[in-house]
């Protein structure tokens, strides 16, 4: 059996198109399977679509949240639900093309792995969400010492093994890519062509950097140690400067210093201060979310499950 989960948010124009293209290329697989949407609280008539579909086709079973809850908490609920033996993980806006599926399934059978994962050759976004992209993986790689690629995302096809243990991982921030990379296993990595999107993209510019820095928080903790050795910098800069002016003192030849100087000091120091607080702060609080233990996601309406 194949499972192919989409989390959905504003992608009510595309959802028709996508579920006809699905159908057609699983049939063509000619395997049992079943279509899974989660509707990430979405506030558009998202969740009425759904409702339809599920009632055209027994095959697709539809999610609700209670409210928002991010697309990666999405991505989590569906895997939860689904119960084919391999695993499709795709977005719903068309940018992730249903007929690339075949190429990567055959792969996954050719080679015997656990994971085949899409490869964007030529993306079709903006210059600045590229750039973007590319500058997080950058800060991503260097802070978990890792090996990173922008061109990867979440559309894949994962052994029922692999998301077993995806899903056994305990932390309260999800972030599937990553999770993906970090339970290991055998990959295969295939170039795909990469659609136009169909609607409009749910992240605004706020909540990719709060995406951004919630994944570095999570999964690193190389932040921390980056202070620590900023804050030692400081510590024989100014041990050095110190020196400097007790030799000036004791041959006699200590000017008053200027304003300037005094008032900059103080606002660099108070600013390196201030801003290794506020790291400290931020792993404070997302230890204090994790201590917490509420789930990821609620689900409030399920469509065509047995469970």
């Known amino acids: 059996?194949?499972?192919?989960?989409?989390?959905?948010?504003?992608?009510?124009?595309?959802?028709?198109?996508?579920?006809?293209?699905?159908?057609?290329?699983?049939?063509?697989?000619?395997?049992?399977?079943?279509?899974?949407?989660?509707?990430?609280?979405?506030?558009?008539?998202?969740?009425?679509?759904?409702?339809?579909?599920?009632?055209?086709?027994?095959?697709?079973?539809?999610?609700?949240?209670?409210?928002?809850?991010?697309?990666?908490?999405?991505?989590?609920?569906?895997?939860?639900?689904?119960?084919?033996?391999?695993?499709?993980?795709?977005?719903?806006?068309?940018?992730?093309?249903?007929?690339?599926?075949?190429?990567?399934?055959?792969?996954?059978?050719?080679?015997?792995?656990?994971?085949?994962?899409?490869?964007?050759?030529?993306?079709?976004?903006?210059?600045?969400?590229?750039?973007?992209?590319?500058?997080?993986?950058?800060?991503?790689?260097?802070?978990?010492?890792?090996?990173?690629?922008?061109?990867?995302?979440?559309?894949?096809?994962?052994?029922?093994?692999?998301?077993?243990s995806v899903l056994s991982l305990g932390d309260s921030h999800k972030y599937f890519p990553t999770m993906i990379q970090w339970v290991g296993y055998k990959k295969e990595y295939i170039n795909v062509k990469h659609g136009s999107r169909e609607d409009k993209s749910s992240y605004s510019f706020s909540k990719l950097i709060n995406l951004a820095f919630s994944v570095l928080i999570t999964f690193s903790d190389k932040p921390l140690r980056i202070v620590v050795r900023l804050g030692l910098c400081i510590v024989f800069l100014s041990i050095g400067i110190a020196t400097v002016f007790l030799v000036k003192y004791l041959i006699g030849s200590v000017t008053v210093d200027g304003f300037t100087s005094l008032i900059l000091s103080l606002w660099f120091l108070a600013g390196i201060i201030i801003t290794i607080l506020g790291v400290v702060g931020m792993y404070l609080g997302r230890l204090f979310e994790q201590v917490k233990g509420r789930p990821i996601y609620i689900i409030e309406t399920i469509l065509n499950s047995e469970l």
């Open 1 to 164: 059996m194949l499972s192919v989960v989409v989390p959905i948010y504003k992608n009510k124009k595309s959802l028709e198109q996508l579920s006809d293209r699905l159908i057609l290329v699983l049939n063509e697989i000619s395997v049992k399977y079943e279509i899974i949407y989660v509707n990430d609280g979405c506030p558009s008539s998202s969740w009425e679509k759904i409702q339809e579909l599920c009632g055209n086709h027994n095959a697709i079973i539809g999610i609700k949240f209670s409210k928002n809850f991010g697309q990666h908490s999405a991505i989590f609920a569906g895997l939860k639900q689904s119960k084919g033996e391999f695993i499709v993980v795709m977005d719903g806006d068309l940018q992730d093309l249903p007929e690339e599926i075949t190429k990567m399934y055959q792969v996954m059978l050719n080679e015997n792995c656990d994971a085949v994962i899409a490869r964007r050759e030529v993306r079709h976004d903006s210059y600045f969400k590229i750039f973007t992209s590319k500058l997080f993986y950058f800060l991503f790689a260097y802070l978990t010492n890792t090996d990173q690629d922008s061109a990867v995302g979440n559309f894949g096809i994962y052994s029922r093994k692999i998301i077993i």
